[in-house]
């Protein structure tokens, strides 16, 4: 529990066999729910997954889904419990635990329905942060504010999240992008049911091991496509 909020962290977990482990560890303790979602790994991301102390709940893809359909696997977890906030913390160990109270905390204090990190008001953004990272990253959440409409929020891809189960609860989760471009889309459909987003410093990570999914027909393209058809949906409806 934080601040009388009931917390699931929710830990997308894609071949992440050297990271998963100390991800999970590292997620605070007063944490009351951890849920792994294994999305069809081919290594041995689950089973070093069980191996931790915190005993988490792990779900399973059969097939790879993509990292925004393992999310809404952990959502509609955290929504079957009592779960108060449903927080995303990724397997790959790129999020901080220590910002995890500064995140929950315009939620508890009633200011958020939607939290979410943004690395660029965080002062090590250009230390750790790779320069095409820091430059796409910038590109894609201008584009971002156009597209879901929140003028006011930066760092469009920054998975660190956290979420009320009363905002979770009106949004359609089967219609959100499954894979990369996710988190533009959930702003999207966040905007058009009147959550309230707000964004937090969170510290940037892209140690010495740092691997990524990212590649230009797995996360480019489809991000395009997504910020292309949320600003069609946006004119439409105005
Ligand atoms: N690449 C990839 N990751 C997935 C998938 N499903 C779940 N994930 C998890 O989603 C999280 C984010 O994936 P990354 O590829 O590191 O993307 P990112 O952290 O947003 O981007 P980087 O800044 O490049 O690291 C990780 O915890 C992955 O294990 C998938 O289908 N593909
Ligand atoms: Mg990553």
């Not at 709940?57 to 929504?79: E, F």
């Not at 500064?102 to 690395?119: S, V």
């Not at 790779?130 to 891809?157: C, E």
């Not at 920054?158 to 894979?179: H, M, N, W």
Request: glycine share 6%; net charge neutral.
């Amino acid at each position: 529990m934080y601040r009388q909020l009931r917390l699931c962290v929710v830990i997308p977990a894609f071949n992440e066999e050297d990271a998963i482990l100390a991800a999970i560890e590292s997620v605070p303790d007063f944490v009351d729910e951890i849920v792994v979602v294994d999305d069809a790994s081919a290594d041995e991301t689950c089973e070093r997954a069980l191996t931790s102390s915190r005993v988490p709940v792990l779900l399973r893809h059969p097939v790879n889904r993509g990292v925004g359909a393992a999310i809404v696997s952990g959502y509609r977890h955290a929504l079957r419990g009592e779960s108060d906030v449903a927080i995303v913390m990724a397997g790959d160990g790129q999020m901080d635990p220590a910002d995890l109270p500064a995140l929950l905390d315009p939620i508890a204090e009633g200011r958020a329905d939607y939290c979410k990190g943004n690395r660029f008001a965080h002062r090590e953004i250009l230390i750790q942060m790779p320069t095409i990272r820091v430059m796409g990253n910038a590109a894609l959440s201008v584009a971002t504010k156009v597209t879901s409409g929140y003028r006011h929020v930066f760092d469009s891809q920054c998975g660190y999240t956290a979420i009320t189960s009363a905002a979770l609860e009106q949004l359609q989760l089967d219609k959100v992008f499954p894979r990369y471009g996710y988190p533009n889309d959930m702003l999207a459909h966040l905007f058009r049911s009147n959550a309230r987003v707000v964004d937090v410093p969170v510290r940037p990570i892209y140690g010495p091991s740092w691997k990524s999914g990212v590649r230009w027909h797995t996360a480019v393209y489809p991000v395009g496509f997504v910020l292309l058809k949320s600003w069609w949906n946006r004119m439409r409806s105005e």
